[in-house]
């Protein structure tokens, strides 16, 4: 068997700032909260746990006070900040630049909504940590759309501006976006400018991972795409890889593999969302490399 890890797979840039964070800020303290799963991943969070960084919901965030807290990757709503403030917390805001500048825009976009009469729709999974800081710069007003049924929520005969949470799917997003078209055209008529916005605002070092992946699991006899299984990037990922290569598997560590996956002639390939560290699709690569030596034994 030949084992190779994509090399396109593992952290996304906002990700892995906000680890290095963590790990730098938690060489001064044997504790570090953080709000929130600083990525979804049970084994690296689990690593990070057992070097001090303890995680937290909102509500025990309002009870703590003189202390230091991480905000990872995904962002805030303004609340957060507020809490801080009053609570003299100081923040260590990993924040991802991307995920920054789209509250900005969401923001800005929704003051000029306010004044037309019009509504922010947002394409992502509601309660979703980003979706969360996004809609919190709408006051909590923006209508969160990740399935048909959700198109109901929106009044066409109104305004919309349409963003996306950063990790979703650009097929998606646009997908989305004729569906909105096609929905003002049947109630209006017609479709300009002032009616309906798009903003594609989807990460591309998320997004560009879709075709390298289809790529990647084309060439492969087996995928093994290791994932959390709380990442909706995990979860989208990972149907790429199925729907190139049949024989692909989801697992969140090498305890879940199954020996019957492979053939001793197989090229097994190894892949994983945004949220995956290297240090795990490699104890994943080495645990496959050892059953060589079981089939060696069969084939004697």
């Given at each position: 068997m030949n084992v190779t890890i994509d090399k396109n797979s593992g952290y996304c840039f906002g990700v892995e700032f906000a680890i290095k964070m963590a790990e730098d800020e938690m060489e001064g303290t044997d504790r570090l909260y953080c709000l929130g799963d600083i990525v979804h991943n049970d084994m690296e969070v689990k690593r990070l746990s057992d070097k001090g960084l303890v995680v937290i919901d909102r509500e025990e965030l309002r009870e703590l006070s003189d202390c230091k807290v991480l905000i990872r990757a995904h962002g805030e709503p303004p609340e957060t900040y507020r809490t801080a403030i009053?609570?003299?917390?100081?923040?260590?805001?990993?924040?991802?630049?991307?995920?920054?500048?789209?509250?900005?825009?969401?923001?800005?976009?929704?003051?000029?909504?306010?004044?037309?009469?019009?509504?922010?729709?947002?394409?992502?999974?509601?309660?979703?940590?980003?979706?969360?800081?996004?809609?919190?710069?709408?006051l909590e007003k923006a209508i969160v759309v990740m399935e048909d049924k959700d198109l109901e929520k929106i009044d066409f005969t109104k305004p919309v501006t349409l963003f996306s949470q950063t990790t979703k799917s650009t097929k998606g997003f646009y997908e989305l976006k004729e569906k909105i078209e096609e929905k003002i055209k049947a109630t209006k008529g017609v479709l300009n400018e002032v009616d309906f916005n798009a903003n594609d605002s989807i990460c591309r070092q998320v997004s560009n991972r879709e075709p390298q992946l289809k790529h990647f699991a084309s060439e492969k006899d087996v995928i093994i795409f290791v994932s959390g299984k709380k990442s909706s990037n995990g979860k989208a990922l990972y149907q790429v890889c199925k729907n190139e290569n049949e024989?692909?598997?989801?697992?969140?560590?090498?305890?879940?593999?199954?020996?019957?996956?492979?053939?001793p002639e197989d090229e097994v390939g190894i892949c994983g969302a945004t949220s995956t560290p290297m240090w795990l699709m490699e104890q994943v690569m080495h645990y496959i490399m050892s059953l060589e030596q079981g089939f060696a034994l069969e084939s004697n």
């Open positions: 009053e609570n003299n917390i100081e923040l260590i805001d990993a924040s991802c630049p991307v995920v920054l500048k789209l509250q900005h825009r969401v923001k800005t976009a929704f003051d000029k909504m306010e004044k037309e009469k019009g509504q922010i729709v947002i394409y992502g999974k509601k309660g979703h940590a980003e979706v969360i800081g996004l809609t919190g710069q709408t024989r692909s598997y989801f697992v969140e560590n090498e305890s879940e593999i199954d020996p019957n996956w492979f053939s």
